[in-house]
Structures are given as structure tokens and as C-alpha cells.
């Protein structure tokens, strides 16, 4: 079985923080893929990147940094100098390759509050 | 560009009524989803299309049915609403493959009172 844990249910931080949202995933297969989505208040999820699990490069896009460390089955998100856009929640998802139906598997979503 | 539409934003049903989402999709996607959200739940998966007239029950398909008679098509079928379908339903929808993304729609804010 897959599952996929966001530990820290709600961040608060104050404009131009760096913040970190952590992904900590479990799955017993050797080929996946992980994504993470944010989700502003208007609520349509937007996809934001998608890592394969052979691929273990850092990637940085503008502000925002991924972390992916198959040692730890972590895929840990970074947004340098917070804005008070980037309030949203954010979800780290998991697909499999291999059985079937690849119905991807979210974690509950980390609430991410930028202050101004 | 991409785009998944649910037929309404917000919806206000009441207890015992069977209520109809509709979600469309205009990339020509394989896969379509329906998921509910709650506070600290995250997405539950309802059901899943892989393709017209096929459909996989998801995490929590009870009380749901789905229809998907047309590829951009999927409908979400309370067959009799109750106050805890109460919820934000998404539907989203993907290109064939385990490394494709996800399209979601906007959600429809669905109270049942």
C-alpha cells in the first residue's frame, strides 16, 4: 500500500520567510512519481512539478525549490521569500507505475498562511 | 489550454434528492476523477474512469455513482443526498500514464441541508 504524509497540517510565516513544506512518502515499488499541487483559495488545484523516482536532482523554479531524497522517501517543497500569494494549501501526491489504474495517492495538504 | 469545468460552483441541495455534478473536460483525457474534500481529510478519491463506460470505485464510493457515457464527460450522482455529502467536490482529469499530471477543476461548493 502507498501512503503519503504531510505532517504539518497549517504554517503561518511572515512575507519574505523561507518556508518548507514537508512530503514523506511509503511505497514498495522502485518506479513512481511524485507531484505537488497548490491549491489557492479559489480552489482549483494547480499542478506544480513531477519528479520520477530515478531522478534524484534538486529543482529550482524562481522562488520555489523541491527536495527529493529517495534515502529518506522524503520530496520536501521550499519557497524562498514568502509572498502573500503563495497562501494556499499545498498537496504531494504518488503514482505508480506498474498495477494498473495509477490512481494517485495525495497527502491531507499543508495549509500555508503568508502574513503580510 | 487546459481546462476540466464543473457545471456549478456552488450548489444547495436538500436531504433525499438525488443531485447531479457534471464535470467536462476538453483535452480529449482518458482518465477522469471525482474526489471530495474535507478539513483535515484532504482528497478522497470517489471514483475513477480510465476510459467511456469503465469506472473504478474509489476510496469512499458509498452513496455515489458516476456516469461516463461520453469520453469528456463524468457525472457525479448522489442517488440520495444526505447532510454528510455536505462537502467541495473535484473533479479532475489526466492524460493516460502514471507520470501525467492532473488537471482539476474549480470544485463545487455542494451543502445538502
Known amino acids: 500500500a502507498q501512503k503519503v504524509t504531510q505532517a504539518q497540517t497549517e504554517i503561518s510565516v511572515v512575507e519574505k520567510e523561507d518556508v518548507t513544506l514537508d512530503c514523506v512518502y511509503e511505497?514498495?515499488?522502485?518506479?513512481?512519481?511524485l507531484f505537488w499541487y497548490k491549491q489557492p483559495p479559489s480552489g482549483e488545484l494547480v499542478f506544480l512539478i513531477r519528479r520520477n523516482s530515478f531522478d534524484e536532482q534538486n529543482e529550482i523554479s524562481g522562488r520555489y525549490s523541491w527536495n527529493f531524497q529517495k534515502s529518506t522517501s522524503s520530496f520536501n517543497f521550499t519557497i524562498t521569500a514568502s509572498q502573500v500569494v503563495d497562501s494556499a494549501v499545498y498537496f504531494c501526491a504518488l503514482r505508480r507505475v506498474s498495477g494498473g489504474s495509477y490512481i494517485p495517492t495525495f497527502g491531507r495538504g499543508t495549509s500555508l498562511i503568508v502574513h503580510p | 489550454d487546459v481546462k476540466v469545468t464543473q457545471s456549478s460552483r456552488y450548489l444547495v441541495k436538500r436531504t433525499g434528492e438525488k443531485v447531479f455534478l457534471e464535470c467536462v473536460q476538453d483535452?480529449?483525457?482518458?482518465?477522469m476523477f471525482w474526489y471530495r474534500q474535507d478539513p483535515g481529510l484532504g482528497l478522497r478519491l470517489i471514483y475513477f474512469s480510465y476510459d467511456v463506460k469503465m469506472k473504478e470505485k474509489g476510496d469512499i464510493p458509498e452513496g455515489y455513482s458516476v456516469s461516463r457515457e461520453k469520453k469528456e464527460r463524468f457525472s457525479l450522482i448522489l442517488e440520495s443526498a444526505s447532510t454528510n455529502q455536505t462537502s467541495m467536490y473535484l473533479c479532475?482529469?489526466?492524460?493516460?500514464?502514471?507520470?501525467?499530471?492532473?488537471?482539476f477543476g474549480d470544485g463545487t461548493r455542494l451543502s445538502i441541508l
Open positions: 483535452m480529449d483525457h482518458e482518465n
Open positions: 511505497t514498495r515499488d522502485t518506479t513512481y512519481y
Open positions: 479532475a482529469s489526466s492524460i493516460q500514464g502514471s507520470h501525467q499530471p492532473q488537471h
